[in-house]
């Protein structure tokens, strides 16, 4: 027998029936398809709280819980034994990759990581001290340009070159926008460094290629340094149906351009409540000044007149805590002994931390740190400057936005997002 619920409208009483289907993990799902031609009325779902938009079998979270998964793995596990390329092929693939298999895609995602010249070209167009942003936005639509006949793809192989080209590409774009930002002279990716070594270089490098050595003569491109970095981008690879995954679904819907689809994807991640949280997070720290102004700057915060939140806490789906700050939290404690945390700033967010945790006014929220609490201290000890803060977001989460955008296309049961309104006007 099928499981249904059944609602009833009270002013005809009349029932209408609908089917529920379960999920392989967490919440069944109404299937609500047919509630406007059975009931002649449409469901309000306000910033879609209650609202499944799709079948997936990539990423699980159980906010209840702490629960992150990439298809079927914890996100702990991931962070611990795996690298960050390991986690793009097992996203694209729904496996780890075998030693072979990862040193192939290593190689083809260090190929693919060079600009067309044409595409340099476009950064002189914007202004000086644009944020990266805004042009690495506008730049992930004109690499559309570049591979316009690959419009109408239509089979697996073509859709994993796509991704496996804008992976490769996007740290490229983001160090290009920020050097652009400063004044500097592009540096180019190096055939020879990692995915997340060569970010840092291409950020840090001189012209020529040369890097500064420290006083020990050490290169300053460090293992640990490499490691931190690779984790925050596992951290951000995937995070199911967030706003910019479904900005990109919906412009998938529409049939456009892969590239333009991600880039408004990056668009809806710059936003404070979503990715550009890590950017405001060492702001707000900033404009607090010491631990003696936490106090007054919480009472900010509880005050219902003033719409001041404090970032980095909170998050629509997880309610107890974020498995991704909680790894932070630990990988920041290990940083501590080997690199240069701002201990002032850190003062201050732990002064937060502790009165947040133990305030009514956010036990009753259930608000807590997420992973953008954290990520700020840890990228400003790897020396990455805070306007690439959002854009590290960006190269972390490439690998999501194009593997949701593959499992879309692939989903010939998935229609144009075509939501309606309840109307007020006249
Ligand atoms: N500071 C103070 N109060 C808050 C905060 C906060 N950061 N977040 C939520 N609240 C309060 C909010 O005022 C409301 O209170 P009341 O019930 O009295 O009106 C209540 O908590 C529920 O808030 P909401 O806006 O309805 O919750 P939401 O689930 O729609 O919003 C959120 C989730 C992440 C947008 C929100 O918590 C927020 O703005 N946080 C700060 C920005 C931030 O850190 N964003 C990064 C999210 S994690 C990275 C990512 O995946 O994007």
């Known amino acids: 027998m099928k499981n249904t619920v059944t609602i009833i409208d009270n002013r005809t009483n ?40 799709c079948k997936s079998d990539i990423t ?14 914890e996100i702990s596990e991931l962070a611990q034994k795996h690298s960050y390329l390991d986690v793009c092929y097992l996203l694209l693939n729904s496996k780890l990759p075998s030693e072979e298999e990862l040193n192939d895609f290593d190689l083809e995602l260090r190929h ?7 595409l340099r070209h476009l950064f002189q167009a914007f202004p000086a001290g644009a944020h990266p942003m805004a042009t690495l936005s506008a730049a992930t639509a004109a690499l559309s340009t570049f591979y316009y006949d690959h419009l109408n793809i239509n089979n697996e192989n073509d859709y994993q070159e796509m991704a496996r080209r804008i992976i490769a590409k996007i740290p490229t774009i983001a160090a290009f926008a920020f050097r652009h930002s400063i004044g500097a002279p592009f540096i180019h990716p190096d055939i020879d460094r990692s995915f997340s070594e060569n970010f840092l270089y291409m950020l840090r490098a001189y012209p020529g290629g040369k890097m500064h050595r420290n006083i020990k003569g050490e290169n300053v491109i460090r293992e640990i340094e490499i490691k931190a970095l690779d984790t925050i981008f596992t951290l951000h690879a ?37 990715g550009g949280a890590n950017e405001s997070v060492i702001a707000q720290l900033e404009m607090i000044g010491s631990v003696e102004n936490v106090d007054s700057f919480i009472a900010r915060v509880k005050d219902p007149n003033d719409s001041f939140r404090l970032m980095g806490f909170g998050h629509r789906v997880y309610k107890n805590f974020d498995p991704r700050a909680k790894i932070l ?31 009514e006014y956010f036990i ?28 590290v977001f960006v190269i972390g989460r490439t690998v999501g936005w194009i593997t949701q955008w593959i499992e879309f296309k692939k989903d010939k049961t998935m229609k144009i997002a075509r939501p309606r309104q309840l109307y007020l006007g006249k």
Do not use: C
């Open 364 to 391: 009753k929220r259930n608000l807590y740190p997420n992973i953008d609490f954290y990520s700020g201290v840890i990228l400003t000890a790897l020396k990455i400057p805070k306007s690439m803060f959002t854009p």
């Open 112 to 118: 693919r990581a060079f600009l067309h010249e044409g």
């Open 238 to 274: 995937d995070h199911e149906q967030n706003a910019s995954t479904t900005t990109v679904r919906s412009v998938a819907s529409t049939g456009a351009h892969p590239y333009v689809a991600i880039s408004a994807g990056i668009s809806a991640l710059w936003g404070r409540a979503h």
């Open 329 to 359: 939290k630990e990988l920041q404690d290990q940083l501590k002994k080997e690199l240069v945390l701002d201990s002032h700033l850190m003062d201050i967010a732990h002064k937060i931390e502790e009165i947040a945790l133990n305030d």
């Open 14 to 53: 009349k029932e209408y029936e609908f089917d529920i289907v379960d999920a392989t993990r967490g919440p069944s799902v109404v299937d609500i398809s047919t509630f406007y031609t059975q009931t002649g009325m449409f469901t309000y779902d306000n910033g879609y709280t209650s609202t499944a938009s």
């Open 60 to 73: 699980f979270i159980d906010g209840t819980k702490g629960e992150l998964r990439y298809r079927g793995i």
